[in-house]
């Protein structure tokens, strides 16, 4: 690539995936281009690692753990096996694919820390912090809510994540609300340590300068720079994630062993391979991020003082996506507005080389990218299917049937010209981050194979001189050798298929851009080819359409507090005697507290009329306060087998009507003993 030095080794990082739910379409937007570059970077012989990871810690983890009873190690080994699994089946290849949790990371983290302690960049700071009287706990990131100071707008405890986007400091948030309870928070003063980021501010300005990358990424973070720039706090009232030196009942903020994972993967990577991690932390080759608009202020800013002050290379370039619409409405998993990448993509057939294709041709990388089903079944049946699988099947179909080999012919100096100026543009293009012009570059040399197949006119040439024929047919040929390694770092799979259609037994992964202009062999045997890409018919994507369509009216019902129309329906009929298995009884709650570890399970203890209280577990804690419980007429299944909920055994069950939003416990109209039978 023309901006890296060709002698030098490069690592390409992607933002790290959040391990707390599943991979949508938002989350490709970063993740294909940084594979195609990768897989384009490697064509033109250029010694290229690729690394990634799950983020594996900070508040959003935790908070999701407790509200489904498990670990947050259970939460983030479940979600990391499902991003690595889809993104193999994305075509994704990583060198390495680790987690913030990892030992390696964990050990690294602490390097670094210890290291900015010893140079004087950490210092403790006594700070007031968020915290719930009624929750008993501080209230750290996504533990609290409430106002940004900045713009006022709705924000979360480090980020106003609505409004300006700013990072947001402990204690900075106004009117502080806990989102566990929903109650008001309070703020008080506990000690915690900072990272001194404002005596980064002339580092900052030099490396933005001479940054690589996408201009949105290097000018909105030379925008907040040249502000004044405040010192970071850097520790969280948290168990689960990298322990501070010294202080067991802290740990570090995720945006301190996030980034630090890009180094300890590096680190796996060497270890597994052989290589030499330090080349890229320690030295001087170049080390590109590629990440997600919003997070733009850690990567330019926070990241590169942290590595300066521990004394490690800095990266070269950060690659910034625009982000994402769904059908022209901004992405909204609360609202409905998501594309769910297996279940919404792949498990209804669609080939992952379609969606790679759409995603990086539809614009220009730093542009907000518009997913919409329609312009989508546009795109592939125009230029996939229409022009360039269209060239590459009418060709081959042709040669097999008239030639059955490779023809004899010499390759015509015009189209070896146009190949080699279209592979210099398409380099060019991708060095500048440019994969739209890539891939169009790239289309554009299937049209001109289509307009060279079209007037040479070979279906005519075959009648009246075969000899001429087949020069044009492996003319052809060539030029489809050209364009199956160009598309191979957009559309990999469906390249392995066309490789091998034009006769090529080597691998289509490690072949070079330099092959393009290698003559094909004559007499080369050739395969009936297949049909690579189908035309996506209108009732396919009306149905992904409905589908889109019903989540979004479903998701804004709930948001708005509209019950969605359902249609009545009852359980089969049942005998008397199925009834009379059941015994319900009279009971009396005599004590109720929250479970620990969820926000919907009440620990009760329930007078039955026995000589012990009876322990249920129920899921009221959303509809009623512990203490509103203490006293209530209740009935109670009594023979129900015992179950554990989050480690609590429950013994019987409370019955309550239940209207979707609503719940009621069902009680007695008269004043009952506890024991007493429902019949």
Request: one cysteine or more.
């Amino acid at each position: 690539m023309s901006n890296i030095p060709s002698d030098k080794a490069v690592l390409v990082t992607c933002g790290l995936p959040y391990a707390n739910g599943k991979a949508h379409v938002g989350h490709l937007r970063t993740y294909i281009p940084a594979d195609i570059f990768v897989r384009s970077l490697k064509k033109n012989s250029q010694e290229t690692t690729f690394v990634c990871g799950s983020d594996t810690h900070g508040t959003p983890i935790v908070v999701n753990a407790e509200e489904l009873g498990i670990t947050p190690k259970e939460l983030v080994q479940k979600y990391h096996v499902h991003f690595e699994e889809v993104f193999k089946k994305m075509g994704v290849r990583f060198d390495a694919f680790g987690t913030t949790d990892d030992d390696t990371n964990h050990k690294r983290t602490l390097q670094i820390v210890e290291k900015l302690i010893e140079e004087g960049y950490l210092y403790p700071k006594t700070i007031e912090i968020a915290y719930c009287p009624k929750c008993d706990r501080f209230l750290p990131d996504r533990y609290v809510a409430g106002t940004c100071p900045h713009c006022g707008e709705k924000a979360r405890g480090d980020e106003c994540d609505q409004g300006c986007g700013k990072h947001l400091e402990p204690g900075e948030l106004k009117e502080p609300v806990c989102t566990i309870c929903r109650g008001p928070a309070e703020y008080k003063e506990q000690e915690h340590f900072f990272f001194k980021l404002s005596g980064f501010k002339d580092f900052l300005l030099e490396h933005l300068e001479n940054l690589g990358g996408t201009l949105n990424a290097r000018n909105y973070a030379l925008g907040w720079v040249k502000q004044e720039l405040t010192d970071w706090c850097i520790t969280r009232n948290l168990e689960w994630g990298v322990k501070f030196p010294g202080h067991d009942d802290l740990v570090v903020y995720v945006w301190v062993d996030a980034p630090i994972g890009y180094m300890a993967f590096t680190e796996q990577w060497a270890e597994a391979t052989g290589g030499d991690w330090e080349k890229f932390w320690k030295g001087d080759c170049p080390i590109i991020h590629f990440i997600g608009g919003d997070i733009i202020y850690h990567h330019c800013i926070f990241w590169p003082a942290m590595l300066k002050g521990a004394d490690y290379s800095q990266p070269s370039a950060v690659v910034a996506s625009g982000m994402l619409k769904i059908e022209d409405k901004t992405f909204s998993k609360t609202r409905g507005y998501v594309v769910w990448v297996e279940e919404d993509y792949l498990d209804h057939g669609f080939h992952p080389d379609l969606l790679r294709y759409y995603l990086v041709s539809y614009t220009s990388h730093t542009k907000e990218v518009n997913f919409s089903w329609k312009i989508f079944q546009d795109k592939i049946n125009t230029e996939l299917v229409g022009v360039f699988g269209n060239f590459l099947y009418r060709n081959l179909l042709f040669a097999y049937k008239n030639f059955g080999v490779i023809p004899e012919g010499d390759i015509d100096p015009e189209v070896i010209e146009k190949i080699n100026s279209t592979i210099e543009d398409v380099i060019r293009a991708n060095a500048e981050y440019e994969f739209k012009k890539a891939a169009d570059t790239a289309m554009a040399l299937a049209s001109y194979g289509n307009s060279y197949f079209q007037s040479n006119e070979p279906w005519k040439l075959i009648k009246e001189d075969k000899d001429a024929c087949g020069r044009v047919v492996k003319n052809c040929i060539q030029i489809a050798k050209a364009l199956v390694l160009l598309f191979e770092p957009m559309i990999p799979v469906s390249m392995e298929v066309a490789w091998k259609q034009i006769g090529m037994d080597s691998d289509i992964h490690t072949a070079t851009y330099k092959e393009a202009t290698i003559h094909v062999v004559s007499g080369t045997a050739l395969v009936q080819p297949e049909i690579l890409f189908t035309k996506i018919e209108d009732d396919k994507i009306e149905e992904m359409t409905k589908i889109s369509s019903k989540r979004v009216k479903t998701a804004m019902a709930k948001e708005a507090g509209i019950k969605e129309e359902v249609k009545m329906e009852f359980k089969e009929e049942i005998e008397y005697d199925d009834f009379a298995k059941l015994d319900i009884r009279v009971g009396k709650i005599i004590s109720a507290e929250k479970v620990k570890k969820s926000k919907k399970l009440l620990r009760l203890l329930v007078d039955i009329g026995d000589e012990e209280p009876r322990q249920v577990v129920a899921g009221l804690a959303e509809y009623y306060e512990p203490d509103e419980m203490i006293g209530k007429t209740v009935n109670v299944l009594v023979n129900l087998k015992p179950v554990k909920l989050c480690g609590v055994e429950s013994q019987g069950m409370l019955l309550a009507a239940d209207a979707g939003e609503r719940v009621s416990l069902l009680t007695t109209d008269k004043e009952m003993s506890p024991g007493s039978c429902i019949r």
